[in-house]
């Protein structure tokens, strides 16, 4: 059984700083791009940054210069650091992966993790 195992998330004030993890676990041969999403009450899940197996990274706008994202392939596990948060960056975060397993690359989804930003 594979799955991504998410945590980091909880209650942070404005201006704090919180670092989510996303572990892959299973019969995995091998990581691809992972990313990391995230969808507030009434909107979409938006695209918030991805890491290619290589560490090639690209940002959302909205997070630019204050998120990073990186990973440890060793671990098979994907990081988001987040700092500077905004109450506008209350919503559930999910990590998003593509694994490879016996030949076949497969799309796997995180459960969430809650982040709240709140005075």
């Known amino acids: 059984q594979v799955q991504l195992v998410e945590s980091g998330g909880g209650l942070v004030q404005p201006g704090g700083s919180l670092r989510l993890a996303c572990a892959a676990s299973g019969s995995i041969a091998s990581t691809n791009a992972m990313g990391w999403y995230r969808q507030a009450p009434g909107k979409e899940r938006e695209l918030l940054a991805r890491?290619?197996?290589?560490?090639?990274?690209n940002y959302a706008d909205s997070v630019k210069g204050r998120f990073t994202i990186s990973r440890d392939n060793a671990k098979n596990t994907v990081y988001l650091q987040m700092n500077n948060l905004k109450p506008e960056d209350t919503a559930v975060y999910y990590c998003n992966a593509w694994l490879r397993r016996v030949g076949v690359e497969y799309n796997y989804w995180g459960q969430g993790t809650q982040v709240t930003v709140s005075s």
């Open positions: 890491i290619t197996s290589g560490g090639s990274t």
